[in-house]
């Protein structure tokens, strides 16, 4: 991942909220001081759009998310005493309340400063990176994270401790909003057992029929489940009714392959649609999937992986006859 920091296309100055009153002549000590204070100062390649709210916040924006991606705010304390025992934690909203977000997702660096000097009196700027990790982790070998499609974004809370001219400590926070639009490839394979008038998803899972305990832990006995409505050791491919449905955010390309290569062309198909019905060939029906190089959310099923240095769906396939029909990674009937 390329980090630029030199590059500030948006200087905003965010605030963050702390109700306490200057001092006045009135408690004896007529400073104007103010406790310390959060502001947050965008330092990326989009402005935030500094909306606030009643939880005292500041947005930076909405960003659309390819690749694991960073993105980049100064904090800075615009108040007249330091702030101590800063934390930032990220995380997000479930029914108002704040739920910091686990694993990898999303993560603030550094997670802990031990203080913040006023502006004037600060010798170094705390930049802070928010990392939105969205396909392969930098720096983590073989760590791959991938968001929903309805992933919409995170907070990240900073909490810490100031004091006032009377020297009383204070709680402080601020939370710092971003906005993502998140692009993924998901796909389901789909049947129909009324020529196409109605359509059900095709589970994955492990054929049991006439298989042993170690071909049961063998994954190229695993694949997309189709009922064999006829119930015929050899099912009728002239009858088979199968699409894929894109059941992610952006287009992916597919393609039929078997029989005459000249009839191995990409197809795209939009997010929410279904593909056309996929032709048998012999007595399967076998086809590609490309991401056109965006992340793959691959629902859980650890077999369906990219073909090396590619960004094509790999896949394995092997002849077996049973009631459940197998359909590896594109599609296979048997």
């Not at 660096?109 to 031990?114: F, G, K, L, Y």
């Not at 006995?221 to 894929?244: C, D, H, T, W």
Request: proline share 4%; aromatic share 12%; hydrophobic share 40%.
């Amino acid at each position: 991942m390329k980090k630029i920091l030199v590059l500030v296309v948006a200087f905003v100055m965010f605030i963050g909220c702390n109700n306490g009153n200057l001092d006045t002549p009135e408690n004896g000590k007529p400073t104007g001081k103010q406790p310390g204070r959060f502001s947050a100062t965008v330092l990326s390649d989009a402005m935030g759009s500094g909306a606030r709210s009643a939880r005292s916040s500041v947005s930076l924006g909405t960003y659309t998310i390819t690749n694991s991606r960073s993105i980049y705010f100064i904090l800075r304390n615009v108040g007249d005493f330091p702030i101590t025992d800063v934390t930032l934690t990220a995380g997000t909203f479930n029914n108002e309340v704040f739920e910091p977000i686990t694993g990898y997702g999303v993560t603030a660096n550094p997670s802990i400063i031990h203080v913040i000097e006023t502006s004037g009196n600060a010798t170094i700027e705390n930049i802070i990176e928010v990392v939105i990790n969205h396909g392969n982790i930098v720096g983590l070998i073989a760590q791959e994270y991938v968001q929903k499609a309805d992933f919409a974004g995170a907070t990240i809370r900073i909490n810490g401790k100031t004091t006032d001219a009377d020297d009383d400590v204070i709680d402080i926070s601020l939370d710092v909003d971003i906005g993502t639009l998140i692009k993924v490839v998901s796909f389901e394979v789909h049947y129909s057992t009324d020529n196409g008038v109605t359509f059900e998803k095709a589970e994955w899972g492990y054929q049991k029929h006439f298989l042993t305990l170690e071909e049961l832990e063998d994954p190229l006995f695993s694949g997309f489940l189709i009922p064999n409505i006829r119930q015929e050791l050899v099912y009728n491919m002239s009858e088979a009714y199968v699409k894929i449905k894109n059941t992610g955010n952006v287009p992916f390309k597919y393609r039929r392959i078997g029989g005459n290569i000249d009839e191995w062309v990409w197809v795209s198909i939009d997010a929410g649609t279904f593909s056309e019905r996929l032709p048998p060939y012999s007595s399967q029906i076998y086809f590609n999937i490309d991401t056109q190089g965006l992340v793959f959310d691959n629902s859980g099923i650890d077999a369906l992986v990219f073909y090396p240095n590619t960004s094509i769906i790999n896949f394995n396939f092997r002849t077996i006859y049973y009631d459940l029909i197998p359909i590896h990674w594109e599609v296979r009937y048997n």
